[in-house]
């Protein structure tokens, strides 16, 4: 009896193409239960993540075509696991951003590699053996590590939980890790029963390698056009350098605290996203939430000065709507105070 598979091939991949392409992004009720402090809401949102995470998805499927036998989905996964938890926990405790775009196009790079060596590109094309492929995976590992660690420190951690938490986020990567294996190694288990596996196999992997190939393009240009911080602004004075941490789709405000007719020099610029901004005044005597706005617009950078025309706030509200963790760095200048974030 024949059975169609092209159904479940179909199933298969839309369960892929419904992620977003960069799925590090964090929802704000995702922040929201974060807020709550509770490990289990860590497991929750890491095994969330893992299962919308693009790029991390097509490397695990690429590792599943690779799988011979028990002994080797053991050793595979392993190496995996223990490579993304090391810099996972080490990034994470130690504050460490690499930049985005360098760690995901390394990630799309290594789902390259996977489909490549499954599509046998080294004998084929080379004439030798690919690199053992369990070291292999345990490197790539370290990378995906860096971009997990990345979506867990747009979260608002704490110090005297900050190990359990990580922990937590950590269970919930490889409870979804091992949610997609299954699904996937099944779903290729049932495939290998038909003829038409060999073609399935070179098929998906060649879509593999170009989805991984058009990620790496997408991040390597958004990196190359991102470096663009005004250079000249690093030869003014400032009084105060401020770097601001903002996460994806979030929203902050800061502000400063002025006399009337005292001027306020500034310079900001983000360094891989343009950002939603108004800098504007709240008078000290306003009501009903009265602000008066200098500047609005969308963009990576601004600068300027101004001299305030009545006692108040001023500042700047930014809105992050990208999938990205972004951070602004806010030079000031000037006869000010400044007041607690928002």
């Known amino acids: 009896m024949r059975i169609n598979v092209f159904p479940i091939v179909f199933l298969f991949l839309i369960y892929f193409s419904s992620s977003p392409i960069f799925g590090h992004g964090v929802s704000q009720e995702e922040k929201n239960m974060i807020l ?42 392993t190496a995996f696991t223990l490579g ?24 799309a790079f290594s789902v ?17 053996k690919p690199l053992n492929i369990v070291v292999m995976v345990f490197l790539f590992g370290l990378i995906h590590g860096l971009g997990l660690s990345s979506i867990l420190q747009q979260f608002p951690l ?7 938490n990580i922990i937590s986020f950590n269970v919930g990567i490889e409870i979804g890790q091992l949610i997609a294996i299954f699904i996937m190694y099944m779903t290729l288990s049932k495939i290998k029963k038909y003829s038409i596996y060999n073609t399935f196999k070179i ?22 056009t991102s470096s663009s911080s005004p250079k000249v602004l690093k030869e003014e004075k400032y009084k105060e350098i401020i770097t601001i941490k903002l996460p994806a789709h979030s ?49 990576s950078k ?14 700047w509200y930014w809105r992050n709507d990208s999938s990205l963790l972004t951070t602004i760095v806010l030079k000031l200048d000037g006869e000010y105070k400044l007041e607690k974030r928002k």
């Open 251 to 299: 929203e902050l405000e800061f502000k400063v605290w002025m006399d009337i007719g005292k001027e306020l020099k500034y310079s900001w610029y983000s360094d891989n996203t343009k950002l939603h901004y108004d800098f504007h005044g709240e008078p000290a005597s306003a009501v009903n939430g009265y602000f008066e706005s200098f500047k609005e617009n969308t963009s």
């Open 36 to 77: 709550e402090d509770e490990n289990l809401k860590y497991i929750y949102i890491g095994m969330i993540h893992m299962l919308k995470g693009y790029d991390h998805l097509l490397f695990l499927l690429g590792i599943v075509f690779l799988i011979k036998n028990i002994s080797h989905i053991v050793k595979l996964i």
């Open 112 to 128: 390259c590699y996977i489909a490549f060596v499954n599509l046998k590109g080294f004998e084929k094309l080379f004439n030798i």
């Open 84 to 107: 993304h938890s090391i810099t996972l926990i080490f990034a994470t405790i130690n504050s460490i951003q690499v930049n985005s775009y360098i760690i995901e196009s390394t990630i």
């Open 158 to 164: 704490k110090s005297e939980s900050l190990l359990s």
């Open 302 to 315: 601004d600068s300027g000065k101004i001299v305030s025309k009545f006692v108040g706030k001023h500042g």
């Open 203 to 224: 098929s998906i992997n060649i879509l593999i390698y170009l989805i991984g190939l058009v990620l790496c393009y997408i991040q390597i240009e958004n990196y190359l």
